[in-house]
């Protein structure tokens, strides 16, 4: 499926009508591979790696729970599915002394190409889970215990050290007192099935063969958490910093520091590797609503793209995240996609009146837009009302003085959007406006790579599907180029009749999201890749 002229078409003119910089960089589709059939609650074609020397792409497959590694070329000229290969959850735990996967959860390759990390969750929640390192043909070479609940892998740029982001989920809920999560009874915890595991980075030294864990318990005491709280660090009622703070993402520039998201808590925490502990926690701040440039949609009611002022504060909560240098300065890109907690009986979301209203068959209504209980949290403004996601991505400085935002897309996306037939569309459904309540198009993942003397940044929007794409070279005035969406609108996600998937659907749901500088492309062009988690679908699009 080539890029969609009429969505191209109108993105130029969306574009230049907003005075936008315009396709410097144009991303053309080259082909897609079926990993497996669609599921409207994803996880099929879920986290991408790519190993340069031998042109394949690992993919994990959450649903399936297997690996899978596919011949770039062969996606993109559309070889018959023979040249995959398979490596099952079955085939995994032959190594593992009786311990029992319930999740493959990330991947990575390390930067010279012989070894692959994947991260495995165990059945238990409250258990740890193990790092397994293969070799580039995916045998079998050794595995480590990390963490409980490792969400994602990453090699140091050296090769060296092997990382792990440990969310630690409390998966049943909580013991709760009225509005505040009560100070842990753990043998009342333990009955009841209630943990909250301690969030973690592992450390793996490949080296030495060793294994150390850096946690959140230095910053446990009531000054050092209420430090936090007063820099809008968002943390449960209730709760310590070590047992609230779940580590989803990692990125790295160097092999001494890494920068760690934690989504849910509106931070990110910086890991010297070294020596295993975490020098920062920086909040990200909160975008206001009620300035002109970060308008937006919330209202799914009218059917219509209508960007308005809000008053309320959006918490960025990013999910994927990435990292670049410019001029010997570290910059962190953030997808700012927004996450909730929903544990057991506990949530923090709530519904936040709009000051505004719709006519529906003759009645007057209010509407909503999901928003962030700031009674149940620390280190938000209770008068202040606060939603999810900024629907937009940043870029940070890190400075000694923690992160400082130097840009963000305010607006960009639901305005480059907004005069598509499917604006804010659901990701399982082609309706209108259905998402513009709940974090509208959704950022989920970025990427970026240097393309000659220039830097860009790929952003995967998880629900409208499509891929942004920005020119960072200067982080403080990055600028928007291209606009592509491989969706195929034209065609129902789901038959409504049958309830079964439409394999015509195209590329749906962008969850991972890698990119491949021209000097390690088969093509010899940079490339993009994305796992498609709804659609089930591996995309190939090449830069221009």
């Known amino acids: 499926m080539k890029k969609n002229k009429f969505l191209f078409g109108l993105v130029m003119t969306v574009a230049v009508a ?118 580039a043909n995916g045998n079998y070479v050794a595995h480590y215990d990390v963490g409980v609940q490792p969400d994602m892998v990453k090699f140091t740029p050296d090769g060296k050290y092997v990382l792990t982001a440990d969310e630690g989920e409390p998966r049943n809920g909580y013991i709760m007192n009225d509005e505040q999560i009560a100070p842990y009874n753990l ?21 030495k063969n060793k294994i150390s864990t850096a946690d959140f318990t230095s910053f446990d005491s009531i000054t050092n958490r209420a430090k936090l709280v007063e820099a809008g660090v968002i943390i449960k009622k209730g709760l310590n910093p070590s047992t609230d703070f779940e580590p989803e993402y990692i990125t790295m520039t160097d092999s001494n520091t890494a920068y760690v998201v934690l989504q849910e808590s509106n931070s990110i925490a910086t890991l010297d590797i070294k020596t295993g502990t ?10 206001n609503h009620n300035e002109e440039k970060n308008k937006l949609d919330a209202n799914k009611e009218d059917k219509k793209a209508l960007l ?29 996609e927004g996450d909730g907690s929903e544990w057991g009986d506990y949530s923090n979301e709530i519904d936040i009146e709009l000051n505004t209203t719709y006519e529906d068959e003759g009645e007057i209504k209010s509407v909503e837009i999901d928003g962030l209980n700031a009674k149940l949290l620390d280190g938000l403004d209770i008068t202040k009302n606060y939603t999810f996601g900024g629907r937009s991505f940043s870029i940070y400085e890190v400075s000694t003085d923690g992160l400082i935002q130097v840009f ?52 995967g929007l998880e629900r409208i599907s499509g891929i942004m794409v920005y020119d960072v070279t200067n982080p403080y005035n990055a600028f928007y180029v291209d606009y592509i969406n491989t969706r195929n609108f034209n065609e129902d ?32 062009s940079p490339l993009v890749i994305t796992g498609n988690e709804v659609s089930g679908t591996v995309a190939v699009y090449e830069q221009q």
């Open 308 to 336: 308005k002022t809000e008053n309320f504060y959006g918490t960025y909560m990013p999910d994927g995240i990435a990292s670049y240098k410019v001029n010997n300065k570290t910059y962190i890109l953030t997808a700012n």
């Open 278 to 287: 975490f020098t920062d926690i920086s909040s990200l701040g909160f975008k």
């Open 187 to 207: 043998e009342l915890a333990l009955k009841a099935d209630l943990v909250d595991p301690i969030g973690s980075v592992t450390i793996i030294d490949l080296e």
């Open 408 to 459: 963000d897309s305010g607006s960009d996306f639901e305005q480059l959007t907004s005069n598509m037939e499917y604006f804010n569309t659901t990701n399982t459904a082609n309706k209108l406006d259905n998402r513009s309540d709940n974090k509208g198009p959704e950022p989920e993942n970025v990427s970026v790579t240097q393309v000659g003397d220039k830097y860009y940044a790929y952003i």
């Open 493 to 524: 996600i789901f038959d409504k009749e049958t309830d079964k998937p439409n394999l015509n659907m195209g590329d749906v749901s962008p969850e991972g999201i890698v990119t491949i500088s021209a000097k390690d492309s088969p093509t010899k």
């Open 18 to 135: 907003f005075g936008l910089p315009t396709f410097a960089a144009e991303l053309s589709h080259l082909g897609s591979y079926r990993a497996g059939a669609p599921n409207e609650d994803g996880g099929v074609a879920e986290i991408v790696a790519y190993n340069q020397n031998n042109q394949k792409i690992y993919l994990v497959n959450g649903l399936s729970q297997e690996i899978q590694m596919i011949s770039v070329i062969d996606i993109i000229n559309q070889t018959a599915n023979h040249s995959v290969k398979t490596i099952t959850k079955a085939q995994l735990e032959d190594y593992l002394d009786g311990f029992k996967i319930a999740d493959i959860t990330s991947i990575d390759v390390s930067s010279n190409g012989s070894q692959v990390a994947v991260v495995l969750q165990a059945e238990n929640y409250k258990d740890n889970g193990i790092v397994m390192i293969l070799d």
